[in-house]
């Protein structure tokens, strides 16, 4: 799903991560993880509950602060004071760079109640980024008929459905225009057939070649959309690869456990 890009800077990923390190108290939630995230790219991350999917994409865009290791944005370094549980970003010119670029999806939708669908799509990108309204929301109307809910622009959050809200969500994170999208399991809080709807989106976005790390228990949609699989095990990498490999040949016995437990749900 990678895409060929032509400006000098294509190599740099998106997002570098290097021996990133995260504790709660005494609890080590990552204890030394590394991931690289291409243009183009998709970055599927699994694992059990608690071994530190969720975590790892909030350090990716400065929603939890770790505690050791690097963050690197388009090859720029994350720039820290401080050290171990004390530490925190130097810059907040940077974080709120980092933040407008590396657009998060939850898993609840977080949608704000009091504004329609069309206004919350348009939020951000007028008051954050300061674009001109007229203009936000031309992007943002073509943008809610992408994720096919043209229909609820002036519809309030509580009328729509799970998978309708979470399609919202997504073409408000899309109106930011990221360099990155980052899914905390986009479709978990939904019923199966609300799932799929959010998954045909999800495949329509991998398909336009989009920069993206989702975190999802669903096997499924990291299969089919990935360039690269990484199974977190008890905060570390246990095994990562395509996913033809990850999910067809895996190599650690843990690995294998878990898709025997998962796929049989």
Same mark, same amino acid.
């Given at each position: 799903?990678?895409?060929? +890009?032509?400006?000098?800077?294509?190599?740099?990923?998106?997002?570098?991560? &290097?021996?990133? /390190?995260?504790?709660?108290?005494?609890?080590?939630?990552?204890?030394?993880?590394?991931?690289?995230?291409?243009?183009?790219?998709?970055?599927?991350?699994?694992?059990?509950?608690?071994?530190?999917?969720?975590?790892?994409? $909030?350090?990716?865009?400065?929603?939890?602060?770790?505690?050791?290791?690097?963050?690197?944005?388009?090859?720029?370094?994350?720039?820290?004071?401080?050290?171990?549980?004390?530490?925190?970003?130097?810059?907040?010119?940077?974080?709120?760079? +980092?933040?407008?670029?590396?657009?998060?999806?939850?898993?609840?939708?977080? !949608?704000?109640?009091?504004?329609?669908?069309?206004?919350?799509?348009?939020?951000?990108?007028?008051?954050?980024?300061?674009?001109?309204?007229?203009?936000?929301?031309?992007?943002? $109307?073509?943008? !809610?008929?992408?994720?096919?809910?043209?229909?609820?622009?002036?519809?309030?959050?509580?009328?729509?459905?799970?998978?309708?809200?979470? &399609?919202?969500?997504?073409?408000?994170?899309?109106?930011?225009?990221?360099?990155?999208?980052?899914?905390?399991?986009?479709?978990?809080?939904?019923?199966?057939?609300?799932? /799929?709807?959010?998954? &045909?989106?999800?495949?329509?976005?991998?398909?336009?070649? $989009?920069?993206?790390?989702?975190?999802?228990?669903? +096997?499924? !949609?990291?299969?089919?959309?990935?360039?690269?699989?990484?199974?977190?095990?008890?905060?570390?990498?246990?095994?990562?690869?395509?996913?033809?490999?990850?999910?067809?040949?895996?190599?650690?016995?843990?690995?294998?456990?878990?898709?025997?437990?998962?796929?049989?749900?």
């Amino acid at each position: 799903m990678s895409d060929d +890009m032509n400006d000098s800077t294509s190599d740099i990923p998106v997002i570098e991560i &290097r021996d990133l /390190q995260k504790s709660y108290g005494p609890l080590d939630v990552l204890k030394g993880v590394s991931l690289s995230a291409p243009r183009g790219h998709v970055v599927s991350l699994i694992g059990s509950s608690g071994s530190g999917k969720s975590t790892l994409l $909030r350090c990716c865009n400065l929603l939890e602060n770790s505690h050791a290791g690097e963050i690197l944005f388009l090859g720029d370094p994350v720039r820290w004071k401080g050290q171990g549980k004390a530490r925190q970003p130097a810059s907040r010119d940077q974080v709120s760079l +980092m933040r407008t670029q590396l657009a998060m999806v939850f898993q609840q939708f977080n !949608l704000w109640s009091h504004m329609t669908v069309l206004q919350n799509v348009m939020e951000a990108p007028v008051t954050v980024l300061g674009q001109k309204p007229a203009v936000v929301e031309a992007r943002a $109307r073509d943008l !809610l008929a992408k994720v096919g809910i043209a229909d609820k622009a002036d519809a309030w959050p509580a009328q729509l459905s799970g998978g309708q809200q979470q &399609r919202a969500a997504i073409a408000r994170a899309l109106c930011m225009e990221p360099k990155a999208l980052l899914f905390d399991e986009p479709t978990s809080a939904l019923d199966p057939e609300l799932q /799929q709807e959010v998954v &045909r989106v999800i495949k329509d976005l991998a398909g336009e070649h $989009r920069t993206m790390i989702l975190v999802t228990h669903d +096997m499924r !949609l990291a299969a089919d959309v990935s360039d690269k699989v990484i199974f977190l095990h008890q905060g570390r990498i246990e095994e990562e690869g395509p996913p033809d490999q990850v999910f067809g040949a895996p190599k650690s016995d843990r690995l294998r456990q878990f898709l025997s437990a998962t796929m049989a749900q």
